[in-house]
């Protein structure tokens, strides 16, 4: 016989495996992302060689305690197992599985097998009463007292055998007994699994854009931030809960933009918010023309009492102004003929934004002094950051500054704005930004909305990425809106804000269907808040702030909207007719929603419910009840015909009702 | 400001991400595989922030060699890169992805736009010498040289702009310069990837099964390795490659099956192979009523000059009489009775086994005399295993013993005959065996056979399992088989030999259509091989033996069979057609298979071919000429009209041939 050799695994005696665990983000470089309150099911394959059972258990707990806690798993079927536990704290949590052959299920399935054949069955109850005793042994006291009396039941030869079987069976027995199987025959899987938790606005939000200096009650007069607080209590009619300010920061004069990005400026113009820096103070500083610190403070609580969140901008660039230039010049480019390097894009020039240099020698110092920026503002009492191109900077940064800032204020939240390659955008998502826009303002078709946002909804992406919708940004004003009318305006809303838990617009330039843009072909307002003031004309009759309203109260008063989790598409027999539905896990709230994506024409056809999906028995009757026009239809089975003029309404938001067995039982709905 | 964190990255100014490499499996747990002078295509995600160019480089080596290769990689699309390498060598390679920004990249595009723009350039020519000196710094003395005086022209405001530019377009010092990025800024991806590269065989091979006790000339005789010796030609005229003989040891006495299984057996019944050890020896004799070594290996030196290779059963259990029973107790399981566990399946029962207990203490010491087994044969000229319900023994096992025997001998192929749940067969071709029996026996109707196949063609299961496709073996005589008449047994040859790379049949049953069940519904063959000896009428003019001879003739003319990479389904408007095909990668070999699954009725329709998966212009007109018949066909454009009679020919295994361009041109192809 061969001496055994040394290349031998460690203990070859581990006969159980565990494969493709989700959620699992790049082999577990990751963390994936979930709310406070929210359950996490973690499901893996767990299968060992031969015919024996397996058991497996979830093992997980919040990052900063030290022992794990245990959820059962379950099988799905085809060697999946499923568990899952509730996220109560906010921060990083830990999980992973443990699997091992379970020796006395195996057992006990193969007694009960010879019983069922008539085979003898003494010498299968001694091995029972082993395999019970080696458990008592590395029980506790009581434990093993109740193990060892089970164990010397089964091994009694002087009683039946029907009445030892009988025994073998006891359940809560056999369950004590399953909690003491051999530790070292157990399998944990690695690399240990992470989830970010964070608080319900990171998965649940409202926003709303505005710029303070555009806030004034009279037209001519430069908004400070304390006409932008006079303007909380609309906002917050609205039903808004984030509201984010573009830069408050002092604006850089050289090289400053007229309207309309001219590249000349005269005294008057106020420039681009985003061009950070003058000789009044950098990004921890408040643009003068604005007001103070105090008044900062002011807005921050007085939006709070109104259970609005603000949200800051933070856009890691420089005006010549900025007095970094002056005080570290070694944190930006220097050209070849000693000027500064100033952003473009070639041929594409910006020479009122200095980029930082996060190649320089210095960038530890740079990196310290970025995180010190969102550290200050922290510190002011901001909770919400919206990030300006963040896929301009380098990606460790971003992900070494929001793991910075959460160890120790786990509640912030991160709104990546990068419109860039999906990659790109994905990578992000991955390094730690709570929510991240997306190409929604530009996917119109019913295949353009479907596909994008089934691929957002596809794990392992939908379990890091974290979609809020924006219909309109001061970047982009959509050929859709410039030319599709007030319909178009209210079928991106619903759109946006029955598709996405999270969803945002510019305003008021939304609500008074702001659309005429700067150039044909393309997106930039015409006559931009980025480079001038605007005075708003919000009282206008025809305003859709009213429907903003009532859209924001069914967000509230229905959970299927406040999670991405249960969006599923539904088939029309009509291209312009988009339906979905969003359901809670446990079927409480469901509604479908259909919307005309035609702006111009009435369109109608036959919508093919999946029944199974929604939870309904195509042999019932159930209420459709459209939470915008109060309508109420009563349907059953899979097609139903709907029609949507633009001119009244281009959307449905059913809210769907079951069990109404009779026309008469329907009464009970109104 | 701030002081720098201690926390932070290793090198931030690293800015280049590396995500999603393929293949890669299980996070690169295991190896990929490929055979001996394939190209091994490697993928990635490859980024950076912002707008600059990146560059990435494949590094390759054989696990034996110190240094790196390197091969290009070229963008995809959608930041999805690939480079390749070629397989010149047996064994483990290893394999990664390094990725840079590339400055110099990004500069000269940045410099052509901007004089695309008529932007002054003087600048930025400075910015190009400066990177160009810094590569020179990093190169050896003569690029250094050529690299100098490059910059030199760079940045010689003597010279015109235009002059200059021109220089800065010079592709070879471009290019020269790219080799010098600075190697502090690159990233490597890690995990390091590795490619288990194996010998054609593995990849592409025919199998014959045949049992030697019944290769005796005369009927009632008991055949020896003698009269399996004298049957190779019969093998070799067929076109396979491989012999796979069930288990030659000596078979046990105790507990002996009689023919069709019956539990009890008299002395002239030979027991079942698979029943290994008695008095004469174990897993490493020969059953001396089949011969002696020196007949084996007079066997093995016959066979290869036949061009067949023997391989053998690896069978790891014992019958009751096996030496190990004797002198290694402690390998088997013990009862509370103190007899041995036999093999058992409860209620089912297979006393004239004993499984091993891989459990038990000496588990070590049972390992190393296992793979002895193995290395034994090896030491005997044998080079192909097929491994006996490896899924019965532990994961871990197989991945070292595997593993052990490649280190010295990498051309050794292994076969897991595992007929169990899906993720378990994957999981153990993940663990090293070469190719796997599959579902193919029992997969018969279009959607069946589609589905599964084109599961096993996806990434990353293509990358790791290697399907070897048997219509029939000694435990398997489908229902197709035993009711659809000859046609059937044309249909599932046909199809395992043209839709599998490696297949094999259990003969001389298939060839002669042995199609007797032993019991109704079961699909056990009657009067089985396994427990009595038989006669082979192989002579009988209804063999299929010269029709399988055309078959594996096909096979060898026509590399498109020779793999499975480039299976594709076609649509066909009639259920019972099933139309797919096989291209080699460059196209120059494309074969189109249709088959009637229909055993007893003429089935026609229309095909739908995939012309541009098949890279034929429709415009045009292309021959289809069936390789079984000889007929051909002219046809253009994706629908053509097929008829298939089961009584005459249940398929067409059409070779595609393009470039027709008239009627006439058409003779020449004649």
Chains 1, 2 share one sequence.
Not at 53 to 79: F, I, K, T
Not at 275 to 304: C, E, M, N, V
Not at 395 to 408: D, Y
Not at 629 to 657: K, M
């Amino acid at each position: 016989m061969n001496a055994p050799a040394a290349d031998l695994p460690l203990d070859g005696r581990l006969r159980v495996v565990i494969e493709n665990p989700s959620p699992c983000i790049d082999a577990g470089r990751f963390p994936a992302k979930r709310t406070l309150g929210e359950q996490l099911l973690v499901q893996a394959d767990v299968f060992a060689d031969g015919h024996d059972a397996v058991a497996s258990l979830l093992l997980y707990r919040h990052e900063s305690a030290a022992d794990w806690q245990c959820a059962p798993m379950s099988p799905l079927g085809n060697d999946r197992w499923q568990g899952g536990f509730l996220v109560q704290r906010l921060g990083r949590w830990l999980y992973t599985i443990e699997a091992w052959v379970d020796e006395l299920l195996s057992w006990r399935r193969q007694l009960l097998a010879r019983q069922g054949a008539g085979q003898p069955l003494a010498v299968e109850l001694l091995r029972g009463a082993q395999l019970v005793e080696a458990c008592a042994a590395r029980a506790g006291h009581e434990a093993a007292g109740r193990l060892r009396d089970w164990a010397r039941v089964l091994a009694d030869a002087s009683l039946g055998a029907e009445q030892r079987v009988a025994a073998a069976q006891e359940q809560a027995l056999l369950q004590l007994a399953r909690g003491y199987a051999d530790p070292a025959l157990r399998r944990r899987f690695e690399p240990l699994l992470a989830v970010q938790v964070e608080r319900e606005r990171a998965r649940y939000s409202s926003w709303y854009e505005m710029f303070p200096r555009s806030a004034a009650a009279a037209a001519g007069q430069r908004g400070t931030l304390a006409d932008c607080e006079a303007q909380l209590p609309y906002v917050a009619r609205m039903g808004f809960d984030v509201l984010y300010l573009p830069p408050i920061h002092p604006i850089g004069r050289s090289e400053r933009r007229g309207p309309n990005n001219r590249p000349s400026s005269d005294a008057a113009d106020p420039g681009s918010p985003w061009a950070i820096g003058s000789s009044a103070g950098g990004h921890k500083s408040i643009d003068p023309q604005l007001g103070t610190l105090a008044d900062f403070q002011h807005l921050l609580a007085r939006a709070g009492e109104l259970g609005i969140e603000l949200a800051m901008d933070i856009a890691f660039q420089c005006s010549p102004d900025h007095p970094y230039v002056r005080e570290h010049p070694e944190w930006f480019l220097k050209r070849a003929d000693g000027s500064i390097q100033y952003a473009e894009n070639p041929p594409k020039k910006y020479p009122d934004i200095y980029p930082f240099d996060f190649g320089c020698e210095a960038w530890r110092e740079l990196w310290a002094e970025l995180a010190s920026i969102v550290e200050y503002w922290i510190g002011q009492g901001v909770r919400i950051f919206r990030v300006d191109n963040p896929h301009t900077k380098p990606f460790a940064l971003w992900e070494w500054l929001i793991a910075r800032v959460r160890a120790r204020a786990p509640e912030v939240i991160f709104l990546a704005e990068a419109f860039t390659r999906p990659k790109v955008m994905y990578r992000l998502a991955k390094l730690g930004f709570s929510q991240s826009y997306t190409y929604f303002a530009w996917r119109n078709t019913r295949a353009e909305l479907a596909g994008y946002l089934s691929e957002l909804r596809t794990p392992p992406l939908s379990d890091f990425f974290r979609p809020n919708l924006w219909p309109n940004t001061p970047d982009i004003l959509s050929e859709y809106l410039q030319f599709g009318g007030r319909p178009a305006f209210i079928a991106r809303l619903v759109l946006a804000a029955t598709l996405g838990a999270s969803y945002g617009i510019y305003g008021p330039a939304f609500e008074l269907m702001e659309h005429e843009a700067r150039d044909p072909g393309g997106e930039e307002y015409r006559d931009s808040e980025k480079y001038q003031l605007r005075h708003w004309p919000r009282e206008r009759p025809d305003s859709l702030a009213d429907f903003i309203t009532r859209i924001n109260q069914i967000r509230r008063e229905h959970p299927a909207l406040q999670s991405d989790a249960g969006l599923r598409f539904h088939a029309t027999d009509n291209d312009a007719l988009l339906a979905y539905s969003k359901g809670t896990a446990d079927a409480d709230d469901t509604l479908v929603t259909i919307v005309n994506l035609d702006p111009h024409h009435e369109q109608s056809g036959w919508l093919q419910l999946d029944l199974a999906a929604l939870g309904l028995d195509s042999a019932r009757l159930f209420q459709a009840h459209d939470l915008l026009s109060g309508a109420r239809f009563l349907w059953q089975g899979p097609r139903n015909y709907v029609a949507l003029d633009p001119a009244v309404a281009p959307a449905h938001v059913l809210r769907i009702r079951r069990h109404v067995r009779t026309e008469r039982d329907f009464d009970y709905f109104l």
